[in-house]
């Protein structure tokens, strides 16, 4: 290590550390110790005051013996004495009082018998103290109080050492009592104080010299693989920059996210200096995020290739091709950045294709069947007046009534004419419909194609298209802003296809679009609230169509009753990776028919469960299905089962039951679940116990973090490191169900459940934002990867690999971790105690 860097490191590291022991030992005797040595004299002078005290509430006791006559005062005084003259304290049982009055005369001395009833005016210690006088003069002056003086060590009179005393007087008596304690005690505890302290400091000056020497071990190794380091990447740095520069294309070398190189065809691209690029950020260069390119590197070993703009120096932008590869830099990852403008021609043929690719959208769509688009229709008798026509269009909230005669339709009536023909005309409203109706009716055959009924509907200028069947007869009409909202909402058209599906087949197929328009949803950033909304309209109408196909098949129920969802379907927050967990809820029938309710109901759930298999929706490993005869229960039954849950003190039954109270009607009747979800309010009303096993669960989670705040994941193998999202979302949405259940909301689904608690002021909204922007972020990471899979043609399931994710997106899980304990804290403020 150069001389430099030496001085350097000896003022950085070296220097403090000896300065730091100094001042720690410095501290221990300057300030330390004359510390301890205050307290431990405070402390005696406390203990012989409390034993002063003592002694002196003997006087008291005798004194009102003498006072309550029970003895002379010659006695109790003579009494008192011998007593006091017997207690002994200390660790050789030889500390001792004694008592004078105030002549001073010696009363009492255990162990200077010759001093009593002796004059003590004149008595002096060997300093020529008159340490009795002093006593005498305290106690007059203050009551009590403390003296130094030297005296003989206990009972050893051929030993005098310095000695602390503390005196009280007993005014009645006249007398004095006192005890005292040596301070060569006090000398003697601080010595092994010191001692002991002097070992401690020369133990822990040693450890931190080790540290000091292992320390300047440590860093000279490192500052010499530094400079080796430096010397491998001056050189790596060369040979890249010679390959930039060889390259025919504009060519950037990017390091840890900064342009570190940029080759003369690039410059001359962006009409930049290669100094001025090398101050540039990637997003200042090109219409796109550098984190989006991070991203797509699903093999390390295949380049990237996107289209964008390079924005240039004059403030144009250029269409480019951009090709980016990863390379090892110095042991980091580094990245070079090939840039190819497109040619004109190229852009044409490119904004041709989407193009193409639109219109052909745009036909797909409008050569669908008309079928899924059709209602039925609202009719009147040519006899109807006016009035009577527009009560019964309002009633049924329609805008179009066609008039028959003899069961043949000859007329029709919108809004418009209501507007046009009688209030514009201000026409007699008792007049027949006659008077207003549109003839001959416009139609068109129920198996004509969308955009034939779009053609006939704008060549005629009308709102609405009569629909013939086979027979010729009108049977049904669609209208023109069906149609528009079908084009600008291809869902409601997915559904409007799934409500008229007649098979299984069908469904399936409709299905299997679904992950596409996930894909897309996520490509343009859709909010994960509104996937999560599709997905769960897609499934509840699947749901729905196959239970009405199997009543179809099976008949009429024997009684009402709801079909039931659990878990993520019943949040309303279904993923591509989510199997089935729903249930039948049926009112109580009469006894002798119950036998025929379970039957139906169970062959019911079979069928359903079943057909929702083979469409996608893969049966429940647990069998928390209505194909179960235990979900398939009365109304009744269900209000047992969710008392059980709530009442038993069993942690791991209430764990395994957390999912049932996420539930919702999707088919049926809807009364009958919210019957269950007011006995549910009902039963947890002060079930603390039930809360606190239900917040164990979420206080128990420990996110797959290290020691070293990296992510974990035991089991994985190769270079694959795979997070199980659904687990961190579960300890989330643990947290929303806990305080919706103990605030008795009637809301399933996550988001809804968060905004309802924060309305009512349970959370606060910094906790209201982090919780929705980690589930939102959660949730997107989730469909991406599913989508990913899907596509991919493999089974989609929870799992995230994290070298796929940028270091944003790891460290934007591990800040997500971090909330997660602070749920886990406010979980732990809020319901302990509770049992």
């Not at 200042?284 to 989006?292: M, N």
């Amino acid at each position: 290590m150069p001389g430099k860097d030496l001085n350097k490191f000896f003022l950085s590291i070296v220097f403090p550390s000896i300065l730091a022991i100094g001042l720690f030992i410095l501290t221990i005797f300057i300030v330390i110790l004359p510390s301890v040595e205050r307290n431990i004299m405070d402390k005696k002078k406390e203990m012989i005051s409390e034993l002063t005290n003592t002694a002196w509430s003997l006087l008291e006791e005798y004194d009102l013996e003498y006072k309550n006559q029970n003895f002379s005062k010659e006695d109790a005084q003579k009494t008192a004495a011998s007593r006091i003259e017997k207690i002994r304290y200390g660790k050789e049982n030889k500390d001792y009082f004694w008592i004078i009055d105030q002549h001073p005369t010696m009363i009492m001395h255990p162990y200077r018998s010759e001093l009593i009833n002796s004059d003590l005016s004149d008595y002096k210690d060997p300093n020529g103290k008159k340490l009795f006088v002093e006593a005498t003069n305290i106690v007059k002056q203050e009551g009590e109080g403390y003296i130094n003086y030297m005296w003989q060590w206990k009972d050893d009179s051929t030993r005098i050492v310095p000695k602390l005393s503390y005196v009280r007087g007993y005014e009645p008596w006249g007398w004095i009592v006192g005890t005292g304690i040596y301070l060569e005690d006090v000398k003697e505890e601080i010595k092994i104080l010191k001692n002991r302290l002097l070992k401690i400091s020369f133990i822990i000056t040693l450890i931190i010299t080790i540290i000091l020497l292992f320390v300047i071990r440590q860093s000279l190794n490192i500052e010499n693989k530094r400079k080796d380091a430096e010397a491998k990447l001056l050189l790596s740095r060369q040979k890249y920059k010679s390959l930039v520069e060889a390259s025919t294309e504009g060519t950037l070398l990017i390091l840890n996210q900064t342009i570190i190189f940029s080759n003369l065809k690039f410059n001359k691209l962006a009409g930049y200096d290669g100094t001025h690029i090398a101050q540039l950020k990637f997003e200042d260069l090109f219409d796109v995020d550098w984190s989006l390119i991070l991203s797509s590197f699903s093999d390390p070993k295949k380049s990237v290739s996107l289209d964008t703009r390079i924005k240039c120096m004059d403030n144009t932008r250029k269409d480019v091709v951009i090709s980016v590869s990863k390379i090892k830099y110095a042991g980091d990852d580094g990245y070079i950045v090939i840039t190819k403008e497109i040619s004109q021609q190229e852009v044409i043929e490119k904004e041709t294709e989407q193009l193409s690719q639109e219109l052909q959208t745009s036909l797909l769509l409008m050569n669908q069947s008309i079928r899924h688009l059709i209602n039925d229709i609202l009719k009147c008798d040519e006899n109807t007046s006016i009035h009577d026509a527009a009560g019964l269009m309002t009633r049924k909230n329609r805008n179009v009534l066609f008039v028959q005669k003899n069961n043949n339709i000859i007329g029709v009536i919108n809004n418009s004419d209501l507007k046009r023909r009688v209030v514009a005309e201000n026409l007699n409203t008792q007049k027949s419909v006659l008077e207003i109706m549109t003839s001959p009716v416009i139609s068109i055959p129920e198996n004509a194609l969308i955009y034939e009924a779009v053609l006939v509907l704008r060549n005629n200028n009308i709102s609405h298209l009569a629909v013939k069947n086979g027979e010729d007869v009108i049977t049904g009409v669609i209208s023109y802003k069906d149609i528009a909202d079908m084009q600008q909402n291809s869902v409601s058209y997915l559904i409007k296809e799934i409500e008229v599906a007649e098979d299984i087949d069908v469904l399936l197929k409709i299905h299997n679009r679904v992950p596409v328009l996930v894909s897309a949803l996520i490509e343009i950033g859709d909010k994960t609230q509104n996937i999560t909304r599709i997905l769960t309209s897609v499934t509840d109408a699947i749901t729905s169509r196959i239970l009405a196909l199997a009543i179809e098949d099976m008949g009429n129920p024997p009684c009402e009753f709801a079909f039931m969802v659990m878990g993520s379907e019943g949040r309303m927050e279904q993923t591509l990776s989510t199997d089935q967990d729903n249930a039948i809820v049926f009112e109580e029938p009469d006894p002798d028919k119950l036998n025929d309710a379970y039957h139906y109901f169970q062959k019911l759930g079979q069928q359903v469960n079943q057909n929702l298999n083979l469409v996608g929706y893969k049966l429940c490993d647990g069998e928390i299905m209505a194909k179960n005869p235990k979900w398939t229960q009365p109304l009744s039954v269900w209000k047992e089962y969710f008392s059980d849950w709530i009442n038993t003190s069993d942690p791991q039954s209430i764990l395994e039951a957390s999912i049932f109270f996420d539930f919702r009607c999707v088919f049926g009747n809807n009364n009958i679940i919210q019957n269950l979800r007011n006995h549910v309010n009902q039963v947890i009303e002060n079930k603390s116990v039930f809360f606190y096993h239900m917040a164990q669960s979420i206080v128990k989670f420990k996110p797959p973090v290290s020691l070293f705040g990296n992510i974990i994941d035991k089991n994985h193998s190769n270079d694959h490191i795979n997070l199980d999202i659904k687990k961190i979302l579960l300890s989330v949405i643990g947290f929303i169900r806990l305080y919706a259940l103990h605030n008795k909301l009637n809301e399933t689904n996550s988001l809804s459940r968060i905004k309802q608690l924060y309305k009512k002021q349970i959370i606060n909204k910094a906790m209201y934002n982090e919780l929705v922007l980690s589930y939102n972020y959660l949730m997107q990471l989730r469909f991406r990867f599913q989508t990913m899979g899907i596509l991919q043609n493999k089974i989609p399931d929870n799992l995230v690999d994290l070298n796929k994710l940028t270091h944003i997106e790891v460290a934007t899980i591990k800040k997500i971790f971090g909330e997660i304990s602070n749920l886990q804290t406010k979980i732990n403020f809020d319901f302990k105690g509770t049992m």
